[in-house]
């Protein structure tokens, strides 16, 4: 509306200014002579204000306009209006870029703006500390070209962030970081390394402790143990009361014995994380002499166990970690499938990964408890447990032993169905089975 005034306006007054000349050359016999000196005019007045215009926007440093009537003026006070909204809008921008900055200042973590191709866009000061980044002079610059570790070379071209990497930070050998990327925006990725140093003494420390701890119990149970055997030896000695005595010792010192057992194994199997040594495992024998071995541990139940075992693939990885992760889903289906239930156990292809897979049809598992099955020392139910002799530390090996063979774990289970438990590894870890002539 006001923009059709100002042309209305504009029109109206060279119109007005035409005729004026007109009539005045009228009067004095010379009506083009004056029209043309009125053009004339009219032009030099419109230059003399682009001019001034000019100087404005490349010259002077004042932020008002020129003073002007006219069309002019309108032109000036639009310019100044729309300058100013700019400014109030650059004002407001730059807030909000110093605020992201004192927000991004005040991470406990290093962060990186990253572009898609890795290339440093923006970093914090964190992030000199941790990874010696200097957001001044590194700028352009990939951030591989200054984090030189083959482990983060290969996290990167994987292309997976769904689990962090960790690495010695580059400036400070005592400092373990973790390192994160995720999606910022469309075309960016933000970079975030976090000091874990305290965190992963922290675990050592428990890890010592419980290494420690569960070899200097292996000694006293030993003895206890011999002890409990030579007195049961003489058992006709004493009487029932007695015997019975004896027999819930040896009961519970051989439940102790394997509790200890399987915190070595979990101390040993948390400790094992070079995937360098990592060697070529006929998966199918380890399957197979699982299912041979464990039938004295069937007598009682007398569980029916079935096989499909593809005997054509192969694992890269550590033979005795694959065994127990193995063998401890096949116990647990022992131990808690119904007796004369069935158990089936396969080893094959399925998609683009290759599984093992037991499946049993004993009571089931509630959904609420299902994701909470490895962590350590969890039991649905603990009665039960303590009949069958459970730790709750087998799952919590199996999923140690599968972050060490970027292998997951998934449980389909139904209360009053049964349950399977399967693990899957990627194709890139098979390796075909050499047959012997």
Same mark, same amino acid.
């Given at each position: 509306m006001h923009f059709q005034l100002i042309i209305k306006t504009l029109f109206l007054r060279l119109g007005t200014w035409l005729a004026f000349s007109a009539i005045v050359g009228y009067i004095i016999g010379s009506v083009w002579v004056v029209v043309a000196l009125a053009c004339l005019g009219i032009i030099a007045w419109h230059y003399r204000h /682009?001019?001034?215009?000019?100087?404005?926007?490349?010259?002077?440093?004042?932020?008002?306009?020129?003073?002007?009537?006219?069309?002019?003026?309108d032109i000036y006070n639009g310019l100044y209006r729309q300058t100013k909204k700019h400014r109030q809008k650059q004002k407001s921008l730059? &807030?909000?870029?110093?605020?992201?900055?004192?927000?991004?200042?005040?991470?406990? &973590?290093?962060?990186?703006? /990253?572009?898609? &191709?890795?290339?440093?866009?923006?970093?914090?000061?964190?992030?000199?500390?941790? /990874?010696g980044v200097r957001t001044a002079g590194d700028i352009g610059? %990939?951030?591989?070209? +200054?984090?030189?570790?083959?482990?983060?070379? +290969?996290? /990167?071209?994987?292309?997976n962030w769904e689990n962090p990497c960790h690495i010695v930070s580059p400036v400070n050998s005592e400092l373990h970081l973790e390192l994160r990327f995720m999606?910022?925006?469309?075309?960016?990725?933000?970079?975030?390394?976090? @000091?874990?140093?305290?965190?992963?003494?922290?675990?050592?420390?428990?890890?010592d402790f419980v290494a420690n701890v569960s070899?200097? +119990?292996?000694t006293p149970l030993t003895v206890v143990r011999g002890y409990v055997e030579m007195i049961q030896m003489e058992q006709d000695a004493f009487n029932p009361h007695w015997q019975k005595t004896f027999k819930t010792i040896e009961s519970q010192v051989s439940r102790m014995d394997r509790l200890v057992e399987q915190l070595l194994v979990l101390s040993r199997t948390e400790i094992n994380v070079d995937n360098y040594d990592q060697q070529e495992v006929n998966v199918p024998e380890i399957i197979e002499n699982l299912v041979s071995d464990s039938q004295w541990l069937n007598q009682e139940k007398q569980h029916i166990i079935t096989t499909d075992i593809d005997g054509n693939i192969g694992l890269l990885g550590f033979e005795t970690e694959l065994k127990s992760a193995f063998s401890n889903l096949l116990s647990n289906a022992i131990a808690y499938t119904q007796s004369n239930g069935n158990i089936h156990?396969?080893?094959?292809?399925?998609?683009?990964?290759?599984?093992?897979?037991?499946?049993?049809?004993?009571?089931?598992?509630?959904?609420?408890?299902i994701h909470r099955l490895t962590e350590r020392f969890y %039991?649905? @139910?603990?009665?039960r447990s303590r009949d069958t002799g459970g730790s709750g530390l087998g799952l919590a090996i199996v999923k140690h032993v599968l972050n060490h063979?970027?292998?997951? +774990?998934?449980?389909?289970?139904?209360?009053?169905?049964?349950?399977?438990?399967?693990?899957?590894?990627d194709l890139k870890s098979i390796t075909p089975i050499k047959k012997t002539p």
């Open positions: /682009l001019y001034e215009l000019i100087n404005w926007i490349w010259q002077s440093k004042a932020i008002s306009p020129p003073q002007a009537d006219g069309v002019w003026g730059n &807030d909000k870029l110093r605020q992201f900055r004192d927000g991004a200042e005040a991470l406990p &973590d290093a962060a990186l703006v /990253l572009a898609k &191709d890795f290339t440093i866009q923006w970093g914090n000061k964190k992030a000199q500390n941790l /990874l610059l %990939r951030i591989d070209n +200054l984090i030189r570790y083959p482990e983060f070379s +290969l996290y /990167l071209e994987e292309h999606a910022y925006g469309t075309e960016h990725l933000l970079f975030i390394a976090r @000091d874990v140093s305290k965190i992963r003494r922290l675990e050592e420390m428990r890890r070899h200097e +119990l292996k156990i396969s080893w094959s292809k399925q998609g683009d990964k290759v599984k093992y897979s037991v499946r049993d049809n004993g009571p089931g598992i509630e959904k609420e408890h %039991r649905i @139910d603990k009665s063979h970027n292998a997951e +774990l998934t449980i389909i289970s139904e209360v009053g169905k049964g349950s399977e438990f399967i693990i899957f590894f």
